[in-house]
């Protein structure tokens, strides 16, 4: 049984001109899956996160989590982490994680605990009590994560989330990608503009085409579970990259307007 | 400029008086068409004439007074940037007293009349005006002076073509505010204390229960002010919209 | 660099000294205006005595309750507007023009309509302070975050929920503009109303001073309103500094 199936997806903003964003497309997530999506500017890969969240609905075909459709509502259970510093300016740190979790009536006890095992998981005890307006992007970031890692969600899609970080940030945000993703045992879908950290995380790295956005290819990497990001070292690591860029070129060309 | 928005919401207004006058009744409101009746023949009343005339004569007094005087305080204060940043928390707490408080003081200086009624109007419009100058002059981009330096420009031309077309529009939006301020200020000061004037025909009309007059009065009023306001305003968007 | 808070200070000291100055050498007579010393006098006694307490108990009621009401209605109005697009466009002109109008030149009416007792001094405040309320609303509103937008939704808050929760603790600031204009509005409005006619209030009292030419006690009114005003604004001034300085990048 698969966690999240998608049939015959395609989304058309509506409009004096409509934009054909998003398929035709299909995908199966099987449940604790970490997926990852690469595809040049533009091909769609944001509107997929936001019609399979249920953000937004698609204009044909149908998408289901956990067996039932999701449509135009954001169904228990996801977490999304945008591209965009999601943090609430007016809450500490701490009560940014605990937003969630105090709205489920759970109680002050198990709120504090919960809220703290996030704050440690992510690093960001010394900043409780902090504003996010005096941390940096990348704490901010975390700040996102530890909020929906929180609610403990079976899904968890994420917007190109380290895309404001830099190379050395971003390796080591991957390796906690993968610690939060063992120790949930959620499914995973990461969009990503960066190909080896496509390559490096996922179990399964799908290669959209440019717009309107379908999948040319789904490429199973067959990493081990218990990975981190010294696997970058490895040969299979070069191969794999080369053949999602052989892919991939062709499409980024054409959605710059070449070829 | 859409005209469809602006005639909705007149057409809206017009039908919630009526709507209001049906449940309340001739006891205290008269119907929008009962009082536009009673509205022209108060403008063809020749009794009428001077007090219009007086408001109108005490108003444009003030309202000048304003600009002359909000002008040269703020443009100066926008100029010297010290001088500015001490000046300004002053203003902004003159700009939030209720100046009504300073009537009786200007009473006593001015004794009941035109000159008090001039003051108070003047009083009203010339801190907004004096912000929204010095703001004006605060905002001029630096860099058009420093373009104006390496053209060598004279101070006049510099004025005319390069301070003058940049602070205007703020300027412009000062004006604006100052002008309704100074006519709430003048009307005030005549509901306040005067014998003659539109604020004191509502005055004594609001002491004599007359309703058609009050409600005539304050349409007349409403009209002029919001007329005004909206023709400043096209005025003011247009210069914001090419600066 | 002096100070500029200094400078200030200095400005209003001298303009102060100047003022008792002329005064007490009689180039300002009497009974145009009293020594500012004198007027501290009057004021400290009259407080001292309770002789206004009622009065002063009235008008800060008054106040009160045109803030709050300006601020529930105006927040609600605000928040509702701006899911309403085609609403707000239509009640576009009356924002723009609404200040332009003589809110005063209402009271008459509502005196007509609704007698002598408090209810029209207090709607004279509340119509001056609601509309600010709503347009900084508006504005603080307007500037929310899609991301947040979609935070809200994530987090499956229905519309109500979403206001409270995140859109309206993001225009906080903005609201606080707002709520900073109402108390200005309010006491311009009630007090206003006061002076026009009214059977009690500081305004009232400053009114009734001045026709009795009762000087001492008109004055000291009149520097207690300022006072206060001024007061107000400037701790509202403050607080609106330690509530941004959380949001402000350090």
Not at chain 1, 67 to 85: A, L, T
Not at chain 2, 39 to 54: A, G, V
Not at chain 2, 218 to 230: D, K, M
Not at chain 3, 183 to 196: K, R
Request: aromatic share 8%; hydrophobic share 55%; net charge positive.
């Amino acid at each position: 049984m698969s966690h999240v199936a998608l049939r015959g997806v395609t989304r058309v903003y509506p409009g004096k001109t409509p934009v054909h964003a998003l398929g035709p497309l299909d995908l199966e997530l099987a449940p604790g899956e970490f997926f990852a999506v690469v595809g040049p500017s533009g091909c769609g890969k944001s509107t997929l996160l936001d019609v399979m969240a249920g953000l937004a609905s698609p204009s044909a075909g149908e998408v289901l989590f956990e067996n039932r459709n999701v449509k135009g509502q954001v169904p228990d259970g996801i977490g999304v982490v945008f591209q965009e510093d999601a943090s609430f300016p007016w809450l500490t740190v701490h009560d940014n994680i605990a937003f969630g979790l105090r709205r489920t009536g759970a109680p002050a006890a198990e709120v504090a605990a919960q809220v703290g095992y996030a704050i440690e998981f992510m690093g960001l005890k010394e900043f409780a009590q902090a504003y996010p307006a005096q941390l940096s992007g990348g704490m901010r970031q975390r700040v996102c994560i530890a909020r929906t890692l929180v609610l403990k969600p079976r899904l968890i899609l994420l917007d190109e989330p380290f895309g404001a970080l830099d190379q050395q940030t971003r390796l080591l945000m991957g390796d906690e990608l993968l610690r939060l993703w063992r120790e949930t045992g959620a499914t995973i879908l990461l969009i990503t503009h960066s190909l080896d950290e496509a390559a490096m995380l996922a179990d399964r790295v799908g290669v959209m085409s440019a717009r309107p956005g379908r999948f040319l290819e789904l490429i199973a990497t067959g990493w081990p579970r218990g990975r981190d990001s010294t696997i970058v070292a490895s040969e299979s690591f070069g191969r794999l990259t080369s053949r999602i860029w052989t892919l991939l070129r062709g499409e980024s060309l054409r959605a710059m307007g070449h070829a | 400029m859409k005209w469809r928005d602006p005639l909705i919401l007149v057409v809206l207004i017009f039908v919630v008086w009526q709507v209001l006058y049906l449940l309340v009744g001739d006891v205290a409101l008269r119907s929008p068409a009962s009082t536009a009746h009673s509205l022209s023949n108060l403008l063809s009343d020749p009794r009428f004439l001077p007090h219009i005339s007086e408001t109108a004569i005490a108003f444009a007094q003030g309202f000048a007074i304003a600009v002359v005087v909000g002008l040269l305080i703020g443009l100066p204060l926008g100029a010297a940037r010290f001088a500015g940043e001490v000046a300004e928390p002053i203003l902004v707490a003159l700009y939030s007293i209720p100046k009504v408080t300073l009537y009786p003081v200007i009473l006593l200086m001015f004794g009941i009349g035109m000159p008090a009624k001039v003051a108070f109007g003047a009083i009203h419009g010339i801190v907004p005006i004096s912000i929204f100058a010095m703001n004006a002059v605060r905002n001029i981009n630096p860099t058009h002076l420093r373009t104006a330096q390496v053209m060598r420009m004279s101070f006049l031309d510099l004025t005319l073509n390069i301070l003058v077309p940049a602070a205007l529009p703020e300027i412009v939006t000062g004006i604006r505010v100052g002008f309704s301020l100074a006519l709430i200020g003048t009307l005030l000061g005549e509901m306040f204390g005067s014998q003659r004037g539109l604020g004191h025909l509502l005055m004594q009309a609001m002491s004599l229960h007359n309703i058609e007059r009050i409600l005539a009065l304050t349409l007349l009023l409403v009209v002029f002010a919001a007329g005004i306001n909206a023709l400043l305003l096209a005025l003011d968007r247009r210069l914001h919209a090419r600066a | 660099m002096p100070n500029a808070l200094i400078v200030r200070i200095a400005i209003v000291v001298i303009a102060v000294g100047l003022l008792e100055l002329l005064c007490r050498l009689g180039v300002i007579p009497n009974f145009t205006m009293i020594p500012p010393s004198a007027m501290a006098q009057s004021l400290w006694k009259i407080l001292a005595s309770g002789k206004f307490s009622h009065d002063i108990a009235a008008t800060l009621v008054n106040v009160g309750i045109a803030i709050v009401a300006a601020m529930a209605a105006g927040v609600a109005a605000g928040t509702a507007l701006q899911g309403w697009p085609a609403a707000r466009r239509t009640l576009d002109p009356l924002f723009a023009t609404y200040y332009a109008v003589p809110m005063y030149a209402f009271y008459p009416l509502l005196i007509v309509i609704f007698g002598l007792g408090d209810f029209p001094q207090v709607a004279i405040g509340f119509l001056l302070a609601v509309m600010a309320v709503i347009i900084n609303t508006l504005n603080g509103l307007d500037r929310v975050p899609a991301v947040l937008l979609k935070t809200a939704r994530v987090h499956r808050l229905g519309p109500l929920a979403a206001a409270w929760r995140v859109r309206l603790p993001y225009a906080a600031p903005y609201v606080f503009t707002g709520f900073k204009l109402a108390v200005a509005y309010s006491f311009i409005g009630v007090i206003g109303a006061e002076f026009i006619t009214s059977s009690r209030g500081i305004g009232y009292e400053i009114s009734f001073a001045y026709n009795n030419f009762d000087n001492p006690v008109m004055y000291a009114m009149i520097l207690f309103i300022l006072l206060l005003v001024i007061t107000v604004n400037m701790s509202l001034h403050v607080w609106e500094k330690r509530l941004l300085s959380r949001r402000r990048r350090a």
